[in-house]
């Protein structure tokens, strides 16, 4: 072993853990799960609503305070159709192709977040498409943002 050639051992490593989510992702995901709703928090300085909810605005560096709901509508500002398959990080199973997936800026909120579209066909998509939040029934809710199964088209291209 030299510096031109190292050792070199290959190894997956498997590492279960959890973490703490914090107070507002936790009140984010217990809306969502017990009540199938969205909430962001506004901030004091730039007056922005951010979702997720975040305690300091990733923008100015004020702090936030208030808390509203938002969605379940918003606008498609960015899509794109994947179709080449990979492993879902949030299932562990291969995902099935074509779907669709966007930045959505949900209803009263001025930032976006990222989900599936029901939609997967690129011809029948756009940006500023109006979209909604489709969520898994009352008992399938664990808190998480697969709670909501996909965004679905609420016009036709």
């Known amino acids: 072993m030299t510096a031109e050639n190292p050792l070199r051992l290959e190894y997956v490593a498997n590492f279960e853990y959890a ?29 922005v609503v951010l979702v997720p909810p975040r305690p300091v605005c990733g923008l100015c560096g004020g702090a936030t305070s ?28 291969e995902r099935p192709v074509p779907y669709g997936f966007a930045f959505i800026r949900l209803d009263g909120a001025d930032t976006n977040i990222y989900h599936f579209l029901e939609e997967n066909r690129h011809d029948h998509l756009e940006i500023g498409m109006s979209v909604e939040a489709v969520f898994k029934p009352p008992d399938e809710r664990t808190g998480t943002m697969a709670d909501i199964v996909n965004f679905r088209t609420l016009q036709e291209k």
């Open 19 to 47: 973490y703490a989510a914090g107070r507002y992702a936790s009140r984010f995901m217990t809306a969502l799960r017990d009540e199938a709703k969205l909430h962001g928090t506004r901030c004091d300085e730039c007056d």
């Open 66 to 93: 208030d808390w509203l709901e938002v969605g379940p509508t918003g606008t498609i500002t960015g899509y794109t159709v994947v179709e080449i398959p990979f492993i879902d990080p949030m299932t562990g199973r």
